[in-house]
């Protein structure tokens, strides 16, 4: 991107100037649709190869040094024109021959038009080359992200797995177009510059990598240092004063009641003074760093005049053009010097770039090694028609292996039955439905459904032929409509008119606005997190699961819509297996078997009225609970 | 409790003495407001804070115009230095060739130190110039009243006060350099037309079409960068929610779908990069090469007048520097063009809320009262929401240390009354006293400082759990503050945080549950030790057990003062003297528990309601960012702020 582009994106939706609209409206209405993209998944990592830069170019590589050699040639075509500045005095001025004159005109017309030409094809090959790297590497890196298992996913990772796919693949990509080339196309240019140079004459050349070479060098280098080291204060100063007036603004009724007018103003203008004085050190630095490269260049200019007058009093002074060195030569080496700070200045701001571009591929490296705790084993099959017989054998799980969770359960669950998991939180129960989803493997002891080891089943299949409800509904951005059909996208209008019908939603969607259109989170028709549970459920129902499992799922639903769940439950429990897991004993109580789970193990097992004449740790339980019950009525009145 | 007021020559009307300050200040105030007179433009109602600056903006601009004009003449010495050197040779003579390279070299130098001092003096206005306008629409803010931020979304307050300010302080930041370097190309094209006419006007033959082209690139380039930044999001939304969302993918087996759809998006953000890549590999190379068309007809055409004898070979260096010289504000001119639009535009924003005012102002004879008794006096009281009526003709009166409890379906209007109260908004009708005096003749800070309120949502700043309690009274010792907190019930878990008093809490801090928000809220408004107490639902989120605790210790201290309750729980309710009940606006009873139970039927009905919204109120707080906030907050976690490097070059290098 070109630097004012750079700056104009310092409005991220601040919204388009009115001057822009119809450009912009007219861009967006040529943008393809791709809903024909189709990429392939698999459990299966598809490379075990490690991630380097090296193995990540390697596929394109020959496309990569045909951009090298573009570049090449485009460096070579900017030196004609100082090389055609000394033919024009030494051959032409000096000697006062026209004819020459009119060939050096053509002859740097023509490479004129030839580096037009040579670098679009350039910026076109080398951009799109990028970009393809670009979309590779992040439907890679998230195809990746899919396969690992549910333990990666923790909550604290989060912001760090979304800079993985964005900044990190942008810094890559950075590194990759601009950075990478930039180095070679400099350290190119360099070569070139400095063979022309020597060419011109070696004790001029000499002066100019003594003199003047390492302090531009060191200059730039400071100044690329010292600016992004400013720039990253002016940020976090940036976002003090931004996340001050927020707090301000959000607070604004509790300042003016309690009269803190005044101590809020000081205080943001303290804020702000911060602000102000980290702006004032970068300004301090590029004004230093614009004015001394100029500087700089002309005091190179005037020690190139000065050596190169002595110099050409010792070799050549009678000023012979055919000399080995002339004033020809030394005009256009002062040319040259202009341009012989570019890479220069260009090498030493690399820097900033190349750490950034490194430390984004060890990151991704780092991401792309880590194997999924749950792999698919070698040959495991998909399994059809699943029935949902589930037999648990001696299971033991624990965390990280310290944190016991589970210790020697064992289970038999029928297949169409009902089993309802009730006990303490940490006791263990979410995490008996995680290891049958295999969302977990189990330390020791071994999960069969339908007497196939949940191992030998490829987790495609074993997924979609169960359902998953957890407590909290996540609900995607997009409409009502797409939320439900995530469980079964190619599911008709119908199904999913049916599906809102079945948990009791139907009329409620109804009554909004735009119905199954309406998107989850605008503003204003925002969902209650009863309605979102139902939502789920709706979801659940839609993806016609042979084994149901209800985490908790149930737990936040209001008192009105408590009948309307219950409802729910009598048509999504039929006919399949199903696990509830419930603190409501209201819904445990319609489950064939509870089981009582604490303390890692299972402690009763039995139905409802059987727990309860046996009197034992669920009747307490029940006891406890339906007291709640009676005095949160009473509480109404 | 009173501060010593600091002096302040400010831009909000601050009174002194009710208003406690527990920080020092170590800015001064902005020095200048924006011009008040609306008829004026955009840049003459920014001018007096330029003006405020005019120091450092004159010596900022004289520096830059001096070392240009020197910088000017160094082309043409070094074109001299160039003649010089043939004759130098022939007679042997060097001192006048080293004179000149001294005397080039000093003037460098001279450009060197004034251009980087003028050049950081123009930056240093900008800087303040922004800093001062932030202060000042911040300042603004709290002079304004609450129907202005109904009206308004935080979001967009946040948006105006930020980009907007930046867009003006990067116009004026960019505006004195480049016409200043406009300067220096007259001062180029009047030496070189002197030199030569045709051949100087050869040489900036190329310059129109070099301005003409960077201008079309530039309006090329905006819809194409914002068209990847909003693809960036995409992008980083379906991450956002894969990660967040990775259970349910999982659950239903759909991580291909999930893989399609992130393929899509990233092939929406390669197709723009690739249209960006292909405006540039158009123009870039054209406008950088144009440049160099210059250099070829001065050397070619020059050369030319060289052999007739017209010209020295040293007026071709010079020229050939004066190109390079003088094409680069060509490039930038375009920009700067289209950053004073959007200045302009900016600025017309920011003007929006500066030229807002508010209808809540002190009077001039306003009564101020040191000490209050604490009868509240509602009398016909009207008011509307945007043409809603809220209040109809309300009317009531409350007692010196009376506790009243309002209750009332939602919509009743049970909020709106302490906010007229507390002179939030201005009733349309009727009037409201204490102590016998209307509140719209007492002094706003001196009604605020009488009466304290907890809300059902109470805000928490981001500091720690003591200053949020001091937060009325930053004065109070700990013990008293422990005190307060005890009297909350809130010691307790306060305690079992991990700095105990001195966590920091709020958005950006440790996260308390919505309970031990409201016993903060609860502790904080006790501190102040008020005169009049209004609790709007403000246990509602707290566990009965603690809530009765709660109640104990309240009820010692309602006595000492006039309190105003309202609440949907019987135990709440039950701490009233007295309960008004509130139906469309009006007073429909007033009483005792009892007596309403008996006498008044809509009172029962009004309390199962309450008991049953509870729940569900709680419950539709979960999500309320809209669309456009999620995705503002993602771009701005991934997309990073480039635009102060942007400008790291400069035009002039």
């Not at chain 1, 607070?251 to 003074?273: A, D, P, Q």
């Not at chain 2, 949020?468 to 422990?482: F, H, L, T």
Request: proline fraction near 3%; aromatic fraction near 8%; glycine fraction near 6%.
């Amino acid at each position: 991107m070109s630097r004012e582009a750079r700056i104009e994106a310092n409005l991220p939706f601040a919204g388009i100037p009115p001057e822009m609209l119809d450009r912009t409206n007219a861009l967006i209405e040529k943008e393809p649709d791709f809903s024909d993209i189709q990429e392939s998944f698999s459990h299966k990592s598809p490379s075990s190869r490690a991630f380097t830069l090296w193995s990540f170019l390697s596929p394109y590589k020959f496309r990569f040094f045909l951009a090298l050699a573009l570049v090449a040639m485009t460096e070579m075509l900017l030196l004609v024109g100082p090389y055609l500045v000394q033919v024009a005095i030494d051959k032409a001025i000096v000697p006062k021959d026209f004819s020459i004159l009119t060939t050096v005109a053509m002859v740097w017309v023509g490479s004129l038009f030839l580096a037009v030409i040579i670098s679009g094809i350039r910026i076109r090959f080398l951009g799109r080359l990028g970009q393809l790297l670009m979309y590779d590497l992040r439907v890679r890196v998230f195809s990746h992200l899919q396969r690992l298992s549910l333990d990666f996913f923790t909550e604290e990772k989060a912001g760090r797995l979304l800079t993985r796919m964005t900044s990190d693949i942008e810094a890559l990509s950075n590194l990759l177009q601009t950075g990478l080339v930039n180095l070679v196309a400099q350290l190119l240019a360099l070569f070139f510059i400095l063979i022309l140079l020597f060419s011109f004459n070696l004790q001029l050349t000499l002066i100019l990598l003594v003199f003047s070479a390492p302090v531009m060098f060191g200059f730039t280098f400071w100044f690329s240092k010292t600016s992004k080291r400013g720039y990253e204060v002016v940020r976090s100063r940036i976002s003090n004063v931004l996340a001050d007036l927020q707090e301000s603004l959000s607070g604004m009724r509790l300042v003016i009641s309690f009269n803190r007018m005044k101590h809020n103003v000081i205080n943001h203008r303290n804020i702000v003074g911060d602000y102000r004085d980290a702006n004032h050190y970068t300004s301090k630095i590029q004004a230093t760093y614009r004015q001394g490269t100029q500087f700089i260049t002309t005091a190179t200019s005037l020690l190139v005049f000065t050596a190169g007058f002595f110099i050409l009093k010792n070799v050549n002074p009678s000023l012979d053009p055919e000399g080995t060195f002339t004033v020809g030569s030394l005009v256009a080496f002062n040319v040259l010097v202009a341009r012989f700070f570019i890479p220069i200045n260009e090498l030493s701001g690399l820097y900033n770039e190349f750490q950034s571009g490194n430390a984004a591929v060890l990151k991704l490296r780092d991401l792309l090694d880590t194997e999924p705790s749950v792999k698919e084993s070698e040959n495991c099959f998909d399994l059809k028609d699943l029935k949902g017989d589930i037999r648990l054998k001696d299971v033991s799980f624990s965390y990280d292996g310290n944190i016991t969770v589970l210790k020697n359960i064992s289970l038999h669950i029928e297949a169409g039955k009902t089993v309802s998991f009730v006990g303490p939180t940490g006791g263990g129960k979410s995490t008996i439905a995680k290891l049958m989803c295999r969302f977990y493997d189990p330390s020791e002891g071994s999960i069969t459904l339908d007497n196939i080891n949940l191992k030998d089943i490829s987790l495609q299949s074993l997924h979609s032929q169960l359902g998953i409800v957890p407590q909290e509904p996540f609900l995607f951005h997009g409409t009502i409509k797409d939320n439900i059909l995530f469980a079964r996208p190619e599911a008709t209008d119908e199904e999913v008119v049916e599906a809102c019908k079945a948990v009791g939603i139907e009329e409620m969607i109804r009554r909004l606005p735009e119905g199954l259109e309406t998107h989850c989170h605008e503003r204003g028709s925002s969902l209650s997190s009863g309605e979102r549970q139902l939502l789920a459920l709706a979801r659940a129902f839609l993806s016609k699961p042979r084994v149901l499992i209800l985490d908790e799922a149930t737990s936040n639903v209001d008192q009105q819509n408590e009948a309307k769940i219950e409802k729910a439950l009598d048509r999504l429990l039929e006919g399949r297996t199903a696990i509830i897991i419930a603190h409501r004993l209201a819904t445990t109580r319609r489950a064939d078997v509870i089981v009582v789970i604490d303390e890692q193990q299972i402690l009763e097992m039995g139905s409802h009225e059987e727990l309860i004449q046996k009197k034992g740790r669920y009747f307490q339980m029940y006891e406890t609970w339906e007291r709640q019950e009676e005095e949160k009525s009473e509480d109404i009145l | 409790m009173l501060n010593p007021s600091v002096d302040d020559k400010g831009i909000v009307d601050l009174d002194a003495g009710l208003e406690p300050v527990n920080v020092e200040q170590r800015f001064a105030n902005p020095k200048a407001d924006i011009d008040r007179d609306q008829t004026k433009n955009w840049f003459r109602r920014v001018l007096p804070i330029l003006l405020a600056n005019r120091r450092s903006f004159g010596l900022g601009i004289t520096l830059m115009v001096t070392t240009m004009m020197l910088g000017v003449s160094v082309p043409a010495l070094i074109g001299k230095l160039v003649d010089s050197i043939e004759p130098t040779l022939s007679t042997g003579e060097i001192s006048d060739f080293i004179f000149l390279v001294t005397i080039i070299l000093i003037i460098s130098l001279i450009r060197f130190i004034g251009g980087a001092i003028g050049s950081y003096q123009l930056g240093r206005v900008s800087n303040q110039l922004e800093a001062d306008l932030r202060s000042v629409v911040y300042n603004h803010l709290f002079t304004l009243s609450f129907s202005f931020f109904d009206k308004t979304q935080t979001g967009q307050l946040i948006s105006r006060a930020n980009s907007d300010i930046k867009t003006i302080q990067m116009f004026l930041m960019i505006a004195p350099m480049l016409l200043t370097s406009l300067l220096s190309f007259a001062f180029a094209a009047i030496y070189m037309l002197s030199v030569h006419l045709t051949l100087a006007l050869a040489s900036m033959i190329a310059i129109p079409l070099v301005f003409f082209l960077s201008v079309k690139l530039r309006k090329l380039t905006f819809p194409l960068s914002w068209l990847t930044q909003a693809r960036q999001a995409d992008v980083a939304v379906i991450v956002d929610e894969n990660i967040n969302g990775q259970r349910i993918v999982k659950s239903f087996a759909q991580e291909l779908m999930q893989v399609n759809l992130l393929a899509r998006a990233a092939k929406k953000l390669q197709w723009v990069q690739v249209r960006s890549v292909d405006v540039s590999a158009f123009y870039n190379p054209l406008i950088e090469n144009l440049t160099v068309l210059g250099s070829v007809l001065v050397w070619v055409y020059g050369g030319w007048l060289v052999i007739e004898g017209e010209i020295a070979l040293g007026s071709l260096v010079a020229f050939t520097m004066y190109l390079m010289m003088i094409q680069m504000p060509f490039r930038f001119l375009g920009w700067m063009l289209m950053l004073e639009q959007r200045a302009k535009a900016s600025a017309g924003r920011i003007f929006e809320i500066l030229d807002e005012t508010s209808e809540i102002k002190d009077k001039e004879d306003k009564v101020e009262m040191k000490e209050i008794k604490g009868s509240i006096s509602f009398k016909n009281v009207s008011f509307a929401y945007a043409n809603e009526p809220i209040l109809k003709g309300l009317s009531f009166e409350v007692e010196p240390n009376e506790t009243v409890a309002i209750v009332g379906q939602t919509g009743s209007g049970k909020s709106t009354i302490i906010r007229l109260l507390s002179r939030f908004y201005e009733v349309d009708k009727g009037s409201i006293s204490i102590d016998g005096v209307k509140v719209q003749d007492m002094g706003v800070k001196n009604l605020h400082y009488h009466i304290a309120q907890v809300l059902d949502e109470p805000f928490l700043f981001s500091v720690s759990i003591k200053d949020n309690i001091a937060y009325g009274r930053p004065d109070a010792s700990m013990d008293e503050i422990i005190q307060a907190a005890k009297a909350a019930e809130a010691h307790d878990f306060i305690e079992q945080t991990s700095e105990g008093y001195e966590t920091v809490v709020g958005e950006r801090g440790y996260t308390l549950s919505g309970g031990q928000r409201q016993r903060l809220g609860i502790a904080r408004a006790l501190l102040v030790d008020p005169s009049i107490l209004i609790l709007d639902d403000a246990t509602s989120a707290i566990d009965v057990r603690i809530e009765a605790k709660i109640h104990k210790s309240l009820l010692k201290l309602l006595n000492k003062r006039t309190t105003i309750l309202i609440a949907h729980r019987l135990s709440t309710i039950s701490l009233a003297d007295r309960i008004l009940v509130l139906d469309k606006g009006k007073i429909l009873a007033s009483g005792t528990h009892e007596y309403l139970l008996t006498n008044e039927p809509r009172y029962s009905e009004i309390l199962a309601q309450q008991s049953n919204k509870e729940t569900v109120v709680e419950e539709e707080k979960t999500s309320d960012e809209s669309d456009e906030e999620y995705r503002k907050r993602i771009s701005e976690m991934v997309i990073k702020d480039t635009s102060e490097e942007g400008f790291k070059g400069g035009f002039d290098e």
